[in-house]
């Protein structure tokens, strides 16, 4: 039986990026408390994959996709007014949508990633996606929520890297010399910085609309990376290990429901206590 602060029968959620890496643990997790799913990601093709693998264990009718591009608002106002049409109200936004270019990999440009070399349309590009884009959708669905005075929630994706600097160390290849060798680009570190203070700042901006917004920082997930790198970044990790991407689930059901209720402008770190050794 679901206690009832987290039950969300009868909610709606909208999950941007929801083809992402992380975007099915967060359906899978609002669809245990009986949550209804609004998907979107500008990647249709992979939307309706994971709705056909939410669907083999969940009611189709409680999960709707739709192509979103979160760095035009045009984009989001359309969504917008197909969702009114259907007479579908958000009551949660997960801001999830970002790109995270995977520096560990060998790709011939390493040399690209580095602060001196990174390229201005990357930054325009990463930072439109994962900061612009969480911006705009809680410009449009966070103020329909105060408008309508219902209540809701809003959750940003960040990282552990929103309260810690990259160790460049866990990327370094011995065959390169150092100005060869790749790192984790600046723009991942700037956005998941910049979503805590979106979240701060809606936190309290819609006073006495009973609208909470919250961040939630994951440490590095195990996607069979390989193995040396995992070695690394455990060595930093108090628990030893990298997580698995459905440890996230019961933290995104705590910060989606009633049941944190009384927290709001909070960044919650679960990152195996790496950023407080």
Not at 4 to 18: D, H, P, R
Not at 89 to 113: M, Q, R, S, Y
Not at 119 to 148: H, P, R, Y
Not at 150 to 169: E, H, T, Y
């Amino acid at each position: 039986m679901i206690n009832e602060n987290f039950n969300l029968k009868n909610k709606t959620a909208l999950i941007t990026g929801a083809a992402g890496l992380l975007g099915m643990e967060h359906a899978l997790a609002l669809l245990e408390l009986n949550c209804n799913l609004i998907l979107t990601d500008i990647q249709l093709d992979k939307l309706l994959e994971l709705k056909k693998n939410l669907v083999s264990k969940y009611s189709e009718s409680n999960i709707k996709v739709f192509e979103l591009d979160v760095t035009s608002k045009k984009s989001i106002l359309k969504l917008y007014e197909k969702l009114q049409k259907l007479e579908i109200d958000i009551n949660i936004l997960i801001n999830n949508a970002a790109l995270n270019p995977k520096v560990e990999k060998d790709n011939g440009d390493n040399n690209l990633t580095r602060f001196e070399s990174f390229d201005i349309e990357n930054w325009n590009l990463e930072l439109a996606v994962g900061l612009t884009g969480a911006f705009l959708c809680s410009q449009v669905f966070g103020s329909d929520m105060a408008k309508k005075r219902k209540g809701g929630c809003i959750l940003n994706i960040a990282s552990d890297l929103s309260v810690i600097s990259p160790d460049q160390r866990i990327y370094m290849k011995s065959e390169l010399e150092g100005k060869d060798q790749p790192v984790k680009p600046v723009t991942y570190s700037v956005i998941k910085t910049g979503l805590i203070g979106l979240t701060r700042y809606l936190a309290t901006y819609w006073i006495g609309s009973n609208i909470r917004c919250n961040a939630l920082s994951p440490g590095g997930i195990y996607t069979s990376q390989p193995d040396d790198f995992i070695i690394k970044l455990s060595n930093l990790i108090p628990l030893g290990r990298m997580a698995r991407k459905e440890e996230y689930r019961a933290a995104v059901q705590f910060l989606c429901s009633d049941a944190s209720s009384y927290m709001n402008g909070h960044n919650l770190i679960m990152d195996g206590g790496r950023s407080v050794w």
